[in-house]
Nanobody, 121 residues
Framework: QVQLVESGGGLVQAGGSLRLSCAAS????????MGWFRQAPGKEREFVAA????????YYADSVKGRFTISRDNAKNTVYLQMNSLKPEDTAVYYC??????????????WGQGTQVTVSS
């Protein structure tokens, strides 16, 4: 089982930036893919971004493509989500997730506790 702890959420004005971090422990970090999801009030949790082992294998939701960047530092067991040009509709609780393997063809098997991101207009 992988333990995940997010940090970096907060309140920011529209057009601003935030960087979320997620520290992982419990399994060899370089053996599984990582992702970010979010859930806005009254909505279902949705996929935001994912990364397999390297920056060459990243995937984004259309709503964040070009504004958000996912990356990972395997030496630090940490995955990041750099969020630029934030919009009020990005307001949500953001969750870090670990997949069972390097494949993204399954659902994540571990979740963090979530971190709140609020974008004011």
């Amino acid at each position: 089982q992988v333990q995940l702890v997010e940090s970096g959420g907060g309140l920011v004005q529209a057009g601003g930036s935030l960087r979320l971090s997620c520290a992982a422990s419990g399994r060899t970090f370089s053996s599984y893919a990582m992702g970010w999801f979010r859930q806005a009030p009254g909505k279902e949790r949705e996929f935001v971004a994912a990364i397999r082992l390297t920056a060459g294998s990243t995937y984004y939701a259309d709503s964040v493509k070009g504004r958000f960047t996912i990356s990972r530092d395997n030496a630090k067991n940490t995955v990041y989500l750099q969020m630029n040009s934030l919009k009020p509709e990005d307001t949500a609780v953001y969750y870090c997730a670990a997949y069972p393997t390097t494949s993204l063809n399954t659902n994540p098997s571990s979740w963090g506790q979530g971190t709140q991101v609020t974008v004011s207009s």
